[in-house]
Structure formats: structure tokens, C-alpha cells
T-cell receptor, first 111, second 112 residues
Framework: RKEVEQDPGPFNVPEGATVAFNCTYS??????FFWYRQDCRKEPKLLMS???SGNEDGRFTAQLNRASQYISLLIRDSKLSDSATYLC????????????FGSGTRLLVRP | ETGVTQTPRHLVMGMTNKKSLKCEQH?????MYWYKQSAKKPLELMFV???????ENNSVPSRFSPECPNSSHLFLHLHTLQPEDSALYLC???????????FGSGTRLTVV
């Protein structure tokens, strides 16, 4: 089983739609979780951290489900500019400095 | 600007060449990383440096040799690479506990 797994997509949605991605992780002791956004041929950029209680930033909501070992990202009212690949990242518990990334989920928002 | 600068942006090298990738961070972070991103594969962690000390070598072949002279600079020395080493090489930095990584723009490497 991969350490961090994501559905590669693509998710093809119309503008204004709500879309959700999940990311599963294998190590139940993992402590830190993040969502990154990566545009084509660009570097990943931190979108948001994922806190145990869940957190929201505008149209984006991140949640953590420890029992089922997954994190989720919900995007409401999708914009064309949300089209990108969304990467989840999980720290490995043997080192706070080792972030393992999923392969990413591609989102395409169409007019 | 991300605060992490990588040079060169693009590099084409032959299998017998020796080249170096450079990374500099202006964020005052004390951990620096090299990641490799190949097509259709997840980001692969290569090396981690914490306060200039290497704390992680993720089974990387010896043809990749990192160097971290201080907390702000990180190099990746390359020699006798293979075509399958062609990829985007990303440098990143963070604070002591991972509040998230700041990535540089990457070096797109092509080995011919």
C-alpha cells in the first residue's frame, strides 16, 4: 500500500460546482497534513494546513478523519482559476521534516 | 516570489557531464530539502538538511551528491546521470516543525 494515495482524476466540473477530493494515508501515527496546489509546469504551493478540528479558508474546507485515515479538500463555487493539480502531503512520524506527497488529483473547471 | 530561488531553471546535460543545481532561501528557515518530480509520479523526497546537517537520504543513488554549506544554501551535484534522471528537481525550505514547505521554481533537467 502506498504511504499517501490520491485519485488522479481528472475531475471535470462546471464553474460554480462543489468538488471534493480525498487523500488516504497509511501511517496512523502521522501528525501533520497539508494540501498543496500545483499549476502546470510550476512548483507546488501550500494551499492550507489540515487541522484536527477541520478548517476553512474562503471557498476551501479541509478536514481530517483519523479513524479512516484520510484528509479531504472541499472546493465550493469552483472558478476557472481553480483548475490545477491538488497534492496532499503527510509528515512521516519518524521525522518531523519528512513530508510525503500523494501523486495529485487534477481538477479541470470548465465554463 | 516564493523566497526560495533555484538556478538554473533549465539544464540539459550529457551522461558524462558534471553539473550542480543551486538553491537559496531568504526566509530564515532552518530545514532544506531536495525533491524529484518525474512525469506521472508523486514528488519523491531525496534529501533533508536540518541546521546544515543531513537528516535524511532517501536511498538516492550516489550520482546525486548534496551539499549544504549553511542554512540558506543547498546544492545538488550531479555526475554520470542516466536519461531516467530527467525530471523537475525542486528545492524547498521550512521551519523546524513543518508548517508547510516553501518550494523554489525548480530546475527542469534533461539528461541526453
Amino acid at each position: 500500500r502506498k504511504e499517501v494515495e490520491q485519485d488522479p482524476g481528472p475531475f471535470n466540473v462546471p464553474e460554480g460546482a462543489t468538488v471534493a477530493f480525498n487523500c488516504t494515508y497509511s501511517n496512523s501515527a502521522s501528525q501533520s497534513f497539508f494540501w498543496y496546489r500545483q499549476d502546470c509546469r510550476k512548483e507546488p504551493k501550500l494551499l492550507m494546513s489540515v487541522y484536527s478540528s477541520g478548517n476553512e479558508d474562503g471557498r476551501f474546507t479541509a478536514q481530517l478523519n483519523r479513524a479512516s485515515q484520510y484528509i479531504s479538500l472541499l472546493i465550493r463555487d469552483s472558478k476557472l482559476s481553480d483548475s490545477a493539480t491538488y497534492l496532499c502531503a503527510v509528515n512521516m512520524v519518524d521525522s518531523s521534516y519528512k513530508l510525503i506527497f500523494g501523486s495529485g488529483t487534477r481538477l479541470l473547471v470548465r465554463p | 516570489e516564493t523566497g526560495v530561488t533555484q538556478t538554473p531553471r533549465h539544464l540539459v546535460m550529457g551522461m558524462t557531464n558534471k553539473k550542480s543545481l543551486k538553491c537559496e532561501q531568504h526566509l530564515g528557515h532552518n530545514a532544506m530539502y531536495w525533491y524529484k518530480q518525474s512525469a506521472k509520479k508523486p514528488l519523491e523526497l531525496m534529501f533533508v538538511y536540518n541546521f546544515k546537517e543531513q537528516t535524511e537520504n532517501n536511498s538516492v543513488p550516489s550520482r546525486f551528491s548534496p551539499e549544504c554549506p549553511n542554512s540558506s544554501h543547498l546544492f545538488l551535484h550531479l555526475h554520470t546521470l542516466q536519461p531516467e534522471d530527467s525530471a523537475l528537481y525542486l528545492c524547498a525550505s521550512s521551519q523546524v516543525s513543518p508548517s508547510g514547505l516553501n518550494f523554489g521554481s525548480g530546475t527542469r533537467l534533461t539528461v541526453v
